[in-house]
């Protein structure tokens, strides 16, 4: 299957081989700088490699926009997490 | 004229909206789950879901405002999510600063009964040399006194700990003379009421030491399940619960039951014998990978779906009940419920993260050695020291900030490990090393692969399936987390 890496990131084709791995193991080979392809090393019982092919790129697209969010509400994230721990002596002051 | 303006028009200038942090999956193939960093959630049909994350949600859709008041996104109406959010956080995880609340004293691994599923590998009767004495206690009520948290539980386990009472005595009493006065000290005894006496009870009841038993089922569920000479381990439990609670009350004394094979197609007669008992719920809890249930295949006997048959059957039976009136609950469902509901947790170690390990619990075995979980030291007994903290003769900052216990409590914490950090039911899940090391020789674990993660991910969805199906259903729910 091949993937185009100026749409999908390599971490994130990574990261969707590793949340299917419990149905299929698949090789990330680079062929250029822009494109790998997805070789399937083992397929579990009841899958081929067509639904396999939809499947992904339903996960590719979801795994973006995950990053999209994560990316999108990092400060806000931060900030939040900042302001929780502020009021407890988890983080110790070493100054 | 119309003294107020019509509804139209306070949902005209559509504002945008800035999205907080949130995870999301698919619940179905119709609708998408999103939960955020306090654990809230919300299902949204694919489409509203789209629009959503697009920005081209309007306010005079229904879900907006739920999506609003669950800390989804700020708007200009309100931003009072900001502050809400890291108070909620905060609360989330005050339990660390409760650093191991839990002590378990492994007083003896002798057992008169020889449950095969025994996660414990007891050994017979007669071998003194499975008993702790009065020094290893001493030292480890040293440790014990030494950990901050300001509530100190010491359960007593075994083996059958009601085998060794004479050391129960002495830590209860030692424990009590040496306590520092800002402490609170409570006491629970494991034991399967077998051996409980009169005399034992007037000891229990002097210094609130609490019962906690092993009921499986009606009788011959038990009494296949635990098997002793006399073949009456059932009636000797049923005694002992009635006694003990004659003595100490009727609310120190709880039950647990461990799930074997024979237990699957009998979940309703199960809920039942402990209604019969009067009991206020049941905890329909998996059997565990370790000891002896490992060594005798007795959990290798059933895979987690068929327990998973068993816990759905037997919570749609529980809710069942409670629509025809009788007060009774799922404690397994209320660990969760708890964490979905609400921002407080039970510290339920299984569903803790950071794990449990050490930080929760410690366990002082009857040889000396410390182990981070109870199982842990299960693992132990079957050759497996990898979860040995070290010894009661050790410093406590050896034991308890050790590099060994520091790299697994960070390792496999799930904000951080692979597939966890993008759950959406991450905040409902734990980080259970134990387990991942006992099946997959792997502390973090496959989470693809994983029947702890797997089996958990189904018990969230169906839990939040019973909540969205029924109204009545969610105010039982919230009712067990009140």
């Known amino acids: 299957m091949v ?55 339903k996960e590719l697209n979801d795994q973006i926009l995950r990053e999209r969010i994560s990316q999108e509400t990092e400060s806000v994230r931060n900030l939040i997490l900042a302001h929780a721990f502020s009021r407890t002596n988890f983080i110790k002051d070493n100054g | ?71 989804f996104f700020t708007d200009t109406n309100t931003s009072v999510a900001l502050d809400l959010l890291p108070i909620k956080i905060r609360t989330k995880y005050q339990m660390l600063s409760n650093f191991t609340a839990l002590h378990i004293f492994v007083v003896s691994l002798r057992c008169e009964h020889s449950c095969p599923y025994c996660q414990v590998s007891r050994q017979s009767q007669d071998k003194n040399t499975f008993d702790m004495d009065e020094d290893k206690a001493e030292k480890a009520l040293n440790l014990v006194f030494q950990s901050p948290s300001e509530n100190i539980k010491i359960e007593f386990q075994g083996g059958e700990p009601l085998l060794n009472f004479e050391i129960v005595k002495f830590i209860v009493l030692k424990a009590i003379e040496i306590k520092p006065n800002e402490k609170n000290l409570s006491f629970v005894i494991a034991t399967n009421l077998a051996l409980i006496n009169n005399e034992i009870l007037e000891f229990c009841s002097k210094y609130n030491i609490l019962i906690s038993t092993s009921l ?13 000479k006399g073949n009456n381990s059932y009636e000797k439990t049923i005694e002992g619960i009635n006694l003990s609670r004659a003595y100490l009350g009727f609310d120190s004394v709880s039950a647990l039951m461990t799930t074997t094979y ?29 000891g002896f249930a490992i060594k005798t295949k007795s959990y290798s006997k059933y895979r987690f779906n068929e327990w998973l048959d068993f816990y759905k059957k037997g919570l749609d039976y529980i809710i069942n009940l409670n629509k025809n009136g009788i007060e009774f609950f799922e404690h397994f469902s ?13 510290g339920y170690v299984d569903l803790m993260n950071p794990s449990g390990l050490g930080i929760a619990v410690a366990v002082y075995n009857y040889d000396g050695k410390i182990y981070a979980s109870d199982e842990g030291r299960m693992l132990a007994e079957t050759g497996d020291d990898y979860f040995c903290l070290g010894s009661v003769e050790d410093e406590y900052s050896d034991i308890f900030t050790s590099e060994k216990l520091l790299n697994v409590l960070d390792t496999t914490f799930t904000k951080s490990a692979p597939l966890c950090a993008d759950c ?59």
């Open chain 1, 3 to 57: 993937i185009d890496l100026s749409v999908y990131s390599k971490e994130v084709v990574v990261s969707v081989l590793h949340r299917l791995s419990y149905i299929f193991t698949g090789k990330l080979v680079s062929k250029d700088k822009q494109i790998a392809e997805i070789e399937f090393v083992k397929i579990e019982n009841g899958y081929d490699k067509e639904n396999l092919e939809e499947l992904i790129v």
């Open chain 2, 1 to 71: 004229m119309a003294k107020f303006l019509n509804k139209e028009e306070f949902y005209k200038d559509n504002q945008k909206y800035s999205l907080l942090p949130f995870k999301f999956s698919d619940f179905d193939k119709d609708t998408k789950i999103l939960s955020n960093m306090i654990g809230e959630f919300q299902l949204l049909p694919n489409s509203t879901f789209e629009d959503f994350v697009n920005n081209n949600l309007t306010n005079d859709n229904s879900l907006y405002s739920d999506l609003r008041d669950k800390h």
């Open chain 2, 216 to 228: 499986d089922g009606p009788k011959d569920i038990h009494n296949k399940n635990r098997p002793r």
């Open chain 2, 262 to 290: 024979d237990s699957l197609p009998r979940v309703e007669e199960i809920i039942d014998e402990y209604i019969k008992n009067k009991f206020s719920g049941i905890f329909l809890r998996p059997l565990s990978p370790h």
């Open chain 2, 334 to 346: 209320q660990v969760i419920l708890k964490k979905m509901l609400t921002s407080d947790s039970d």
């Open chain 2, 424 to 482: 959406v039911y991450e905040e409902y899940c734990g980080a259970d090393p134990v387990f991942h090391y006992a099946t997959q020789k792997d502390i973090v674990g496959h989470k693809p692969t994983s029947e702890f993660c797997n089996r958990n991910i189904e018990v969230f969805k169906y839990l939040i399936k019973l909540m969205n199906e029924s109204k009545y259903v969610e105010n039982l729910f919230r009712s067990w987390v009140r």
